[in-house]
């Protein structure tokens, strides 16, 4: 059974920054893509940035020149470095991953539970 778990969230003022982590595990053959995403209250889910397995990289507008994603294929792990955050950066980050398993031999996207970043004005 494939999991993915965050780590890294918190309560950071205007303009600090925090990393967030995730990594994978359980039955993975291999991963495409890896990304986070974030749902802040009473919004919809949306994504914030993505990385593929060569290391090509996407941004949401609003997170552009501020956040960083990297990963470490080695270790089944996606980074999300935030810096400068904003108060409207609250919100769950969730991880997702694109995962194709020994037992399937088929990819499917998995996601984790999230993790709570807060910024306070």
């Known amino acids: 059974q494939v999991q993915l778990v965050e780590s890294g969230g918190g309560l950071v003022q205007a303009g600090g920054s925090l990393r967030l982590s995730c990594a994978a595990s359980?039955?993975?053959?291999?991963?495409?893509?890896m990304g986070w995403y974030r749902q802040a209250p009473g919004k919809q889910r949306e994504l914030v940035a993505a990385i593929t397995s060569g290391g090509s990289t996407n941004y949401a507008d609003s997170v552009k020149g501020r956040f960083t994603i990297s990963r470490d294929n080695a270790k089944n792990t996606v980074y999300l470095q935030m810096n400068s955050l904003k108060p409207e950066d609250t919100a769950v980050f969730y991880c997702n991953a694109g995962v194709r398993t020994i037992s399937t031999m088929k990819y499917a996207t998995y996601w984790g539970k999230g993790t709570l970043v807060t910024v306070s004005s």
């Open positions: 359980g039955g993975i053959l291999s991963i495409n893509v």
